[in-house]
């Protein structure tokens, strides 16, 4: 999947994108063996499932040009709670990276 934003005007235009997915290569073991990390200019997901198993996986998300500010791990609660956190984040303008260990990106 691909995304190109395009200013058509003259002049410079502020903004933001945001862009957000669970993470899709979860383990079948209750998710413990689930894994993030940020990388340059993304974000990796991974499990530690032996690399033949059916259920073995890895993906990322990267953004090429820019800097992007990443959450790498959501807030950990009931099914609703972490897009209601993460809402709230965005929505506010408070949004908080983290490097999936819940240590803030400086």
Known sequence: MEYTLENRSKRK??????????????ATRGGQS???????????????E??????????????IGHR????????RGGWFDCVSALWREVSTGAFKTNTGDVTPIK
């Open 13 to 26: 235009v502020d903004y933001e994108f945001s862009y957000h997915l669970s993470h899709f290569a979860q």
């Open 34 to 48: 689930s894994r993030n990390e940020v990388i340059p200019g993304g974000v990796n997901f991974y499990n530690e």
């Open 50 to 63: 032996d690399a033949n198993a059916e259920t073995y996986g890895s993906g990322s998300l990267t953004v």
């Open 68 to 75: 992007p500010k990443v959450k790498a791990m959501w807030f």
